[in-house]
C-alpha cells in the first residue's frame, strides 16, 4: 500500500504554530519583566493589615494596579490568548506564578520589596520555561524532518526495489530482493529507535511541566500521535512486501 507522510507534515505545521505561539508569550513575560523594574516597591506601614481574599480588589498605593495592569497588557494580551486560555487576571496568575504568589499578590495593601522580588522571579521564571520549551519544540522540529527525508528515501527505495512483477524474476532475484527488503525493515527500526531516544529527551527536559509532549503537542491534530502511526504505516508496508516476495520464493522452482 501507498504511504502518505501528510500526518508529518501536520504535525510540523502544529509545530510552527506553538512554537509562534511560544515566543509570543516569552516576549510577554520579558516585557512584564521589564516593566516590573521600573517600578518603585513600597515599604508596607506597620499597622496589620487584614488579608483579603483571593479575587477580591484591595485598596493600594497605586502600583498594584500599575503591575495589574501591565500583566494584562502583556502576558494577557498575545494574539492567542483568548483562544488558548480566555482566563480572568486572577485565574492567569495562579496558572502562571502559582497559588502562592497569586494570594500574596491578591492580599496585599502595597507593592513591598518582598512582593516585587517575589513576581519578579515568578515572571522570569515563565519566561525561562517558555525558552525550555522552545528548546524542545526545534528538537522536535529537527527530529520530524529527519524523519520525513529519511522515510521518504525509504519508501522510495521500496518502489524502485517494485519495478518489475515478482512473476517474471528467478530464485536468485527473487532471494537478492527479499534482502533488499529486509535492509530497508533495518533502516526503519533504526529510525524508530532514534525517535525514541528523542521522546526520551523531550521527557527529560520537561517531565515537570508536561506528562505527555506528543501528546500534547498534536491533541489537536485528527491523529494525536502521528509519528508513531506514520511507522506503523511503513512498518505495514514492508510487511507486506516480504510477505510477497517470500511466497513467490516458496513457489518458485
Do not use: K, W
Not at 510540523?12 to 512554537?19: D, M, V
Not at 524523519?147 to 518489475?164: K, N
Request: with cysteine.
Amino acid at each position: 500500500m501507498a504511504v502518505s507522510l501528510t500526518r508529518l507534515d501536520a504535525a510540523q505545521e502544529a509545530l510552527r504554530r506553538e512554537r509562534r505561539r511560544c515566543v509570543d508569550e516569552r516576549e510577554a513575560f520579558r516585557a512584564f519583566r521589564s516593566d516590573l523594574s521600573d517600578l518603585t516597591a513600597t515599604t508596607p506601614a506597620q499597622t496589620p493589615m487584614a488579608a483579603q481574599s483571593l479575587g477580591h480588589v484591595q485598596a493600594n498605593d497605586g502600583s498594584l494596579t500599575r503591575v495589574r495592569r501591565s500583566y494584562e497588557r502583556t502576558v494577557m494580551s498575545v494574539p492567542h490568548y483568548d483562544e488558548e486560555y480566555g482566563d480572568t487576571f486572577e485565574d492567569s496568575m495562579v496558572a502562571e506564578f502559582g497559588p502562592d504568589v497569586a494570594v500574596a499578590f491578591q492580599s496585599a495593601s502595597v507593592f513591598s520589596p518582598a512582593l516585587h522580588q517575589t513576581v519578579t522571579s515568578a515572571a522570569a521564571t515563565a519566561r525561562s520555561e517558555r525558552d525550555e520549551f522552545i528548546e524542545v519544540l526545534d528538537e522536535e522540529t529537527a527530529s520530524i524532518e529527519s524523519m520525513r527525508e529519511r522515510l521518504s528515501s525509504l519508501l522510495d527505495r521500496l518502489v524502485a526495489l517494485d519495478d518489475r512483477p515478482l512473476s517474471e524474476r528467478g530464485f536468485g532475484e527473487l532471494l537478492a530482493l527479499y534482502e533488499q527488503v529486509s535492509v530497508l525493515r533495518s533502516r526503519l527500526e533504526t529510525i524508530a529507535s532514534d525517535r525514541q531516544e528523542t521522546l526520551v529527551a523531550h521527557r527529560r527536559a520537561l517531565s515537570s511541566l508536561i506528562p505527555d509532549v506528543t501528546e500534547f503537542l498534536y491533541e489537536d491534530l485528527p491523529c494525536r500521535y502521528p509519528v508513531l502511526a506514520t511507522l506503523a504505516d511503513v512498518r505495514e508496508t514492508l510487511d507486506t512486501a516480504e510477505r510477497r516476495v517470500e511466497r513467490h520464493i516458496a513457489s518458485t522452482p
